[in-house]
């Protein structure tokens, strides 16, 4: 097996890097930090004044499609699982599943184990070594074999204390490849942004990762070795893609990729299987930061002014919630989840508006139902 070592292509101040906490996420800061204007506030807030005011894209059909957008996501209680517990007999039998594959040609095993994570739904896949530094320093672990909601109920509540979002994570020995899957999200309901149908593409988006990784997840253990299945939980997903060869961070603050821009959801699965590596798609990560710094069409389609107009990157973070001690354009993601509750969902203004994002024409809410 080889042991490839890229160089990760952006600038860390490494005397200062410290792993992310992810309590300082916005979708859990809104459920501790007191000092923020949306503190204590979730979608929910503004719905009814949304479905009563006739605009195109809010009505209660858009905010069903969203809502329902969720379900595998939310409520599939396999989806994020990090072991199977016991093989499970669905009719095939499970001896077979005991013992380790016996892998005799590495790559021709490596384009098997992408075909089935495409298969299985991905757009977009790519294999890396572990870093460390991506892997959150603490957060949430969900109990086994309990769905998103269920496990989230006390949460999601503000029932439950801040500790339950500060569990140290340290990734089970010997998990050192990471599958990194991108999930395209629908063309014309993007468009569409900050309208409804473009917060039900992200929604789709979320149970299709679910979906995907639940599958790859079984697959891998149906050949005798651990997987460790992730949403946006665990680790950054955007710096393991990058790694994983997948694309480049964009002003956005977005992964963008070469064939969808930053039109993905991210997923991945961590696993002790031996794969080779993808390399650092290099090439791709200098025209972006070529294009970033004269572009600004994000920056201009965002409502709130979260994007940065800054020429280069910096150091400097907007806010306790980025990611710091990296060279980056820095998103204020306060300001940006300030529009979110307000919006009553996500945006995506910053999706649609770029050109990595291919977006043929820009459609109403009206004519997405067409
Ligand atoms: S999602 Fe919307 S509010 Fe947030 S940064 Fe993008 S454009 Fe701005
Ligand atoms: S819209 Fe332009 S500036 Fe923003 S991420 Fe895309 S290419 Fe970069």
Request: glycine share 6%; aromatic share 12%.
């Amino acid at each position: 097996m080889q042991a490839k070592k890229q160089v990760f292509p952006y600038e860390i101040d490494e005397t200062s890097y410290n792993r992310f906490e992810q309590k300082f996420n916005m979708i859990y800061r809104r459920l501790w930090d007191k000092s923020l204007p949306t503190y204590g506030k979730m979608f929910e807030y503004n719905i009814d004044k949304h479905i009563n005011s006739g605009e195109d894209g809010y009505s209660r059909i858009d905010f069903a499609l969203v809502a329902a957008g969720w379900t595998v996501y939310e409520k599939f209680p396999f989806a994020f699982t990090w072991r199977r517990e016991d093989l499970m007999d669905i009719g095939y039998g499970v001896n077979w599943m005991r013992k380790k594959y016996r892998i005799s040609d590495l790559k021709t095993f490596t384009a098997k184990v992408k075909k089935a994570a495409k298969f299985y739904g991905a757009s977009l896949v790519g294999v890396a070594n572990v870093d460390t530094k991506w892997i959150y320093k603490s957060g949430f672990i969900r109990p086994a074999a309990t769905s998103e909601t269920d496990s989230k109920e006390a949460i999601r509540k503000g029932d439950a204390p801040v500790s339950i979002l500060e569990t140290p994570i340290e990734l089970p020995e010997g998990m050192d490849k990471v599958i990194v899957m991108a999930i395209e999200m629908d063309q014309v309901a993007i468009s569409t942004a900050p309208a409804q149908p473009a917060s039900a593409a992200a929604a789709v988006g979320y149970s299709k990762m679910a979906f995907a990784i639940a599958c790859l997840g079984e697959f891998i253990r149906n050949l005798g070795y651990r997987a460790v299945q992730c949403g946006n939980d665990t680790a950054l997903s955007i710096p393991l893609a990058i790694d994983a060869g997948l694309g480049a961070l964009g002003r956005n603050g977005l992964l963008l990729t070469p064939e969808y821009g930053p039109r993905v959801r991210i997923c991945k699965v961590f696993t002790d299987m031996p794969l080779i590596t993808d390399d650092i798609n290099l090439s791709f990560i200098e025209k972006v930061k070529e294009v970033c710094r004269t572009c600004y069409k994000c920056a201009d389609a965002c409502e709130t002014g979260a994007i940065t107009k800054e020429i280069d990157p910096t150091f400097e973070p907007a806010s306790i919630s980025n990611n710091s001690c990296v060279r980056k354009y820095y998103v204020d993601v306060e300001k940006c989840f300030d529009f979110w509750i307000e919006n009553s969902g996500d945006c995506g203004n910053c999706i649609a508006a770029c050109p990595f994002s291919k977006i043929q024409s820009f459609s109403t809410s009206s004519e997405f139902w067409k």
